[in-house]
């Protein structure tokens, strides 16, 4: 799990993250499947994104811009039928996971430097 810090916007009854400087549209049904996240109007928050819900833009043309989270891939790991892809999603800061109760303790965020954390996106590994 990716653990970064976000700031939660509200605006015309639509619900962003604000990570770094990257805005991350929230789907309307993320709200009605947890209420009390409408309580967190401009709080910051630990925003935790698993690395199979990362998605190669690439591959998914038509997905709005305001759902992308950019990045610069500085490695790529081909391991069996899956690949994951450790990138730079710049001027994002890793959040501090102390806090996070049920963390495992032997969960070390990789660091990244100072233009942004370092997160992992798995994929399934292109056949062919």
């Avoid at 604000?18 to 549209?25: K, N």
């Avoid at 892809?85 to 102390?98: G, K, N, Y």
């Amino acid at each position: 799990m990716n653990f970064v810090e976000g700031t939660v916007q509200r605006s015309n009854g639509d619900i962003s993250v604000l990570l770094g400087d990257q805005r991350l549209a929230l789907d309307g049904s993320v709200l009605e499947r947890r209420p009390l996240l409408g309580k967190y109007g401009d709080a910051k928050v630990i925003v935790g994104i698993r690395p199979e819900s990362i998605q190669d833009a690439a591959l998914v043309p038509d997905a709005p811009t305001d759902r992308r989270l950019h990045g610069v891939v500085e490695v790529r790991e081909a391991l069996g039928p899956e690949l994951f892809i450790h990138f730079t999603a710049p001027r994002v800061q890793l959040a501090s996971t102390e806090s996070i109760a049920d963390l495992p303790r032997d969960t070390e965020p990789v660091l990244g430097g100072k233009s942004g954390a370092i997160l992992v996106g798995r994929f399934a590994r292109p056949r062919g």
